[in-house]
């Protein structure tokens, strides 16, 4: 089979490969659809991490259709569709008997310490049916949509650790895919005000669309100014240190802020302990999401309008093309159109 695997920076090979035997409860797919996240394009820009398999076929977002199940498997059939959690849990150690499987010390995480989704066949061992990773997508939703429930379900998570309550005034810095799929939710968890700031116009127009009450162009905009101490919670969705020690300055006393992205190494910001203190500010963070974030994400699917997000389609062998339009300043997602071939 055909697949594209990252060798370092910016040396991506479509190379024929093969696949292992199915276990008894393994399942092989058929790949339909692969999104590039931030991370899959910093790996390629700047060649992969230790903690990469190398080579790596990259991509956690995606959606496949069953194509050949193992022997003990009688709840799939071959040509439903389905997506892929991004972690792989053991289900045995500690943070797995608390339900906190995302934080899993023995995890293989898709398109990073395993293989992912762009390829024209995808194997998933054992470990990931029985833990629940594979899911069915709803009726109706198209298959493009389904490959970005990894994106919905690690929103849901951060939004679970901060209890959004009905009525709260939302602000949420950076309105990449991230963003306007957190706008989204807190939208339909029953935020009364939600705003989101940006760079990029066509992306803030498409929040407007998506349901923003206010969409703010943050070069041209003092947020400090305008929410001092007045947002129930902050969704910071970027990596701008500056960002960040900004959400700290809009919170309301008894507000929450969530730290979703991931930073440089060594970054730090100073914090006021005693406003921490006096003002009971709660501070927040997620990393991925449980295997029940992912599948209660796919049910929340006919509710969102993800179908939206994605600015263009490339096949496998345009998988190069794919990442250098990531860097185009109007792109929002881009996405691997996957045909594979008939497999033997």
Same mark, same amino acid.
């Given at each position: 089979?055909?697949?594209?695997?990252?060798?370092?920076k910016? +040396?991506?090979?479509?190379?024929?490969?093969?696949?292992?035997?199915?276990?008894?409860?393994?399942?092989?797919? #058929?790949?339909?659809?692969?999104?590039?996240?931030?991370?899959?394009?910093r790996?390629?820009?700047?060649?992969?991490?230790?903690?990469?398999?190398?080579?790596?076929?990259?991509?956690?977002?995606?959606?496949?259709?069953?194509?050949?199940?193992?022997?003990?498997i009688?709840?799939?059939?071959?040509?439903?569709?389905?997506?892929?959690?991004?972690?792989?849990?053991?289900?045995?150690?500690?943070?797995?008997?608390?339900?906190?499987?995302?934080?899993?010390?023995?995890?293989?995480?898709?398109?990073?310490?395993?293989?992912?989704?762009?390829?024209?066949?995808?194997?998933?061992?054992?470990?990931?049916?029985?833990?629940?990773?594979?899911?069915?997508?709803?009726a109706?939703?198209?298959y493009?949509?389904?490959?970005?429930?990894?994106?919905?379900?690690?929103?849901?998570?951060?939004?679970?650790?901060?209890?959004?309550?009905?009525? +709260?005034?939302?602000?949420i810095?950076?309105?990449?895919?991230i963003?306007?799929t957190?706008?989204?939710?807190?939208?339909?968890?029953?935020?009364?005000?939600?705003?989101?700031?940006? #760079?990029r116009?066509?992306?803030?127009?498409?929040?407007?669309?998506?349901?923003?009450?206010? *969409?703010?162009?943050?070069?041209?905009?003092?947020?400090?100014s305008l929410?001092?101490?007045?947002?129930?919670?902050?969704?910071?969705?970027?990596?701008?240190?500056?960002?960040?020690?900004?959400?700290?300055?809009?919170?309301? *006393?008894?507000?929450?802020?969530?730290?979703?992205?991931?930073?440089?190494?060594?970054?730090?910001?100073?914090?006021?302990?005693?406003?921490?203190?006096?003002? /009971?500010?709660?501070?927040?963070?997620?990393?991925?999401?449980?295997?029940?974030?992912?599948?209660?994400?796919?049910?929340?699917?006919?509710?969102?309008?993800? /179908?939206?997000?994605?600015?263009c389609?490339?096949?496998?062998?345009? *998988?190069?093309?794919?990442?250098?339009?990531?860097?185009?300043?109007?792109?929002?997602?881009?996405?691997?159109?996957?045909?594979?071939?008939?497999?033997?």
């Open positions: 089979m055909k697949a594209a695997l990252l060798y370092g910016e +040396d991506l090979r479509i190379e024929e490969i093969s696949l292992p035997g199915i276990e008894s409860h393994g399942m092989l797919l #058929r790949m339909k659809a692969a999104g590039i996240c931030g991370s899959d394009s790996m390629f820009f700047n060649g992969p991490t230790s903690r990469y398999i190398n080579p790596v076929i990259l991509s956690h977002e995606l959606c496949a259709e069953v194509h050949q199940v193992g022997s003990s009688d709840n799939y059939t071959p040509g439903e569709l389905v997506t892929i959690a991004p972690v792989i849990p053991c289900m045995r150690c500690m943070y797995c008997s608390k339900g906190m499987n995302n934080i899993c010390e023995r995890a293989g995480v898709v398109g990073c310490t395993i293989h992912g989704g762009m390829t024209e066949f995808l194997y998933m061992p054992s470990q990931m049916v029985k833990a629940g990773g594979v899911v069915k997508v709803p109706g939703i198209d493009h949509a389904a490959a970005l429930s990894e994106v919905v379900g690690c929103c849901l998570h951060g939004i679970r650790q901060t209890g959004i309550h009905a009525g +709260d005034r939302v602000l810095l950076g309105s990449g895919s963003g306007l957190f706008l989204q939710l807190v939208k339909r968890m029953g935020a009364g005000w939600v705003g989101i700031t940006g #760079r116009i066509k992306r803030l127009d498409l929040a407007r669309e998506l349901g923003a009450d206010e *969409a703010m162009e943050i070069t041209h905009t003092d947020i400090v929410f001092r101490s007045s947002i129930d919670l902050v969704i910071v969705a970027n990596s701008s240190v500056r960002a960040l020690e900004d959400g700290f300055k809009v919170m309301r *006393a008894g507000g929450s802020i969530l730290l979703f992205s991931g930073y440089l190494p060594d970054s730090t910001i100073n914090l006021d302990l005693n406003d921490i203190h006096y003002r /009971e500010l709660h501070i927040h963070s997620s990393i991925d999401c449980t295997i029940m974030d992912f599948q209660n994400a796919v049910d929340l699917l006919p509710l969102l309008q993800m /179908e939206k997000l994605i600015t389609t490339y096949s496998l062998d345009e *998988a190069v093309e794919a990442f250098m339009h990531t860097r185009d300043p109007d792109c929002v997602k881009v996405m691997l159109e996957i045909q594979p071939r008939s497999f033997v």
